[in-house]
């Protein structure tokens, strides 16, 4: 079903990234049933794992769904109807936050953020002392959309001396940007498998603190296929509520493994370097980086003027195989993004930068002729 | 990973069925983004393909997550807050939805049904008729711990005439046992991947009647990840509101061309034929049929009597390479389910049951023995 072309295909967006082959080879094994010896051994192993990805200590609950889905789930779970919730609002994943309080029946207390700077952590801090009610602080470890890293750690400081829960969406971010759960205390991590877990979408996770579990009792927010409640019960014994997504479990393993033999510090490190290069390499060319605040999951660059980002990524991906993201939200059409987590190599990134540069000039060129 | 003893697993269990070779090869494709023509292309011919299985013009959302995510989606999204909604409670995926009614704040009017037994839709007729306040009937196509067929055709009769909704949870059923979503008048049928769709699971399924799109308008649940306008929207240009489950979506339509190209009529066929082979073998053994109103989709047999049924599931499994299901909720270690939809052979089947019978005369002989 899928063309030559397809194959040759060198994929540089920030999720789905490249799926390693021996990941795809477990994963294409016969299948087998969930409530059995053989899963369950598969679930804990992998949910041991991700609690060393995840640097906490806290049970991590894996969902079958897309990365939102643990993103409702860490507001559902964990506040009252008209709770106010501080959103750090900074991009398309941040408005996210602001769409899910809306919904849910919670009062957003939005800080606004430009796209391409990360949060003052002191923002957060004036924030919380002007308004005790606030119960959680929603924030991005790295914002998809603008390539922003935000200082987790200082914002970690603030919020363990209050009674709000911190929230912090690292589906992109996990296991590309550091972060270290426990120590900086994060209460609820978010996190995806299409990231740099390098596998297929459709598995979210989720880490909940003590300080989170409190929160629970309280919850008065109707939910049912994201109830944690039931999630924590099924990892009693390493059963799900509902019908796991078991092929993804099994690559999740596979693909965990990867990362605890090569190490998460130098993941991150690895992430970090490659990110640098990456920058160095879009100035070479003569792109300035869109972030102030640049993270090691994904680089941003805006399009030169005069260039139609939008078609950038529409010839290097139709006539050339190399398949960057554009800019999403205000930012369609403004950036271009590629992304150096999980299975990417220094090769990818080097090849789809060279093919930028190449299609750039074309670009150009034509736009000159005319 | 797998050793060479799960390869040989015959799997018989309601869910999830045996994925087939050429299924899985294609999931093991390296991936793609899923903003790409190359995406959208196959997710629309999944979803036309999908309509066919369904028998429905109604469009049918596909969603990443267990089919109980489907099933919520059913209830969040087409009814208001203390809705009264008509459950057919006669196993423990109907109670399912007596457990969503509650979450979410509808009043859910209960017809209990013994378990072995169909709901006779005489029932659900006077019980509408003494409460026109009913928002809507739920049902179960099959249901998968009892094996029990409903009669949706004489209950799509009822309902029609009525302004009740009637939603359907085919996830064991569709594609097994007939369903013609359309001309039944079926207002949401639910299904899931890893059933006779025969992928892993992870895929839910929703189709949405004109009837039940106008409920949506008024609806006041709150919903987000599970939020059917959004799906709605993302369907217009082929789009998934949130990061679909690529690769499920792509073994999807490779299935889905599989069963189209039998035809779904002959599908149906085959699985009623299995069933009356699975009935017939099971009889030879001296077992009793369990459900009174059978499936063409799992085949549930009491256990005899003196015989621990968990145990016989754990032997069959554990020492000889044969998983079928046991009993659920009040029927634990009471019954044993034998599948015969999607991509199990009769030569399966037929394998399946005689090493029922071998182990049932080898626990029997312990027993003596003791």
């Known amino acids: 079903m899928m063309s030559e072309k397809a194959k040759q295909n060198i994929l540089l967006t920030p999720g789905p990234t490249p799926v390693p082959e021996d990941v795809r080879r477990v994963m294409a ?17 992998a949910t041991a794992s991700l609690q060393k990805v995840f640097r906490t200590k806290n049970p991590v609950y894996t ?65 919380l002392q002007k308004n005790p009610n606030i119960q959680s602080v929603c924030v991005q470890l790295c914002e998809t959309s603008t390539a922003v890293l935000n200082d987790i750690e200082a ?3 603030i919020t ?21 759960s ?35 009792k309280g919850s008065n927010i109707p939910k049912f296929y994201l109830d944690i409640k039931l999630y924590e019960k099924g990892l009693k014994d390493w059963d799900s509520p509902f019908t796991p997504a ?32 990456t920058r160095e390499q879009l100035q070479k060319l003569g792109l300035q980086i869109y972030s102030k605040a640049p993270s090691s999951t994904v680089t941003a660059a805006r399009v030169p003027e005069g260039i139609d980002g939008g078609k950038l990524v529409k010839i290097m991906r139709d006539e050339k195989g190399v398949t960057l993201a554009g800019g999403q939200g205000s930012l369609k059409g403004k950036i271009i993004r590629i992304c150096h987590m999980g299975a990417i190599t ?5 090849k789809g930068i060279s093919v930028l540069g190449e299609t750039l000039e074309e670009m150009k060129m034509t736009a000159k002729s005319k």
């Open 346 to 350: 220094k090769e990818d990134i080097q």
């Open 160 to 180: 363990s001396k209050t009674q709000a829960l911190l929230i912090v969406d690292a589906i992109s971010g996990l296991g590309a940007d550091k972060l270290e």
């Open 63 to 127: 969902m079958a769904g897309s990365g939102t889905s643990a993103m409702e789930a860490s507001i559902v779970n964990f506040h009252q109807i008209g709770d106010e919730t501080l959103v750090v609002e900074g991009g398309k994943f941040a408005e996210r936050f602001t769409d899910l309080a809306h919904a849910f029946g919670l009062k957003p207390v939005v800080i606004k953020v430009p796209w391409s700077e990360a949060v003052d952590p002191k923002v957060i801090e004036a924030e």
């Open 246 to 277: 078991v092929t993804l479990v099994i690559g999740l393993l596979e693909s965990l493994r990867k990362i605890e033999k090569a190490g998460i510090e130098n993941v991150w490190k690895r992430c970090t370097e490659y990110a640098a290069f």
């Open 29 to 45: 094994e016969p299948i087998i049933h969930h409530r059995t010896p053989q899963y369950r051994k598969i679930f804990e192993a």
């Open 182 to 216: 426990d120590a900086w205390g994060v209460d609820l991590v978010i996190a995806g498998s299409q990231k740099a877990l390098m596998l297929p979408p459709g598995l979210s996770f989720l880490s909940v603190s003590e300080k989170a579990k409190d929160r629970m």
């Open 155 to 157: 914002i970690g400081k």
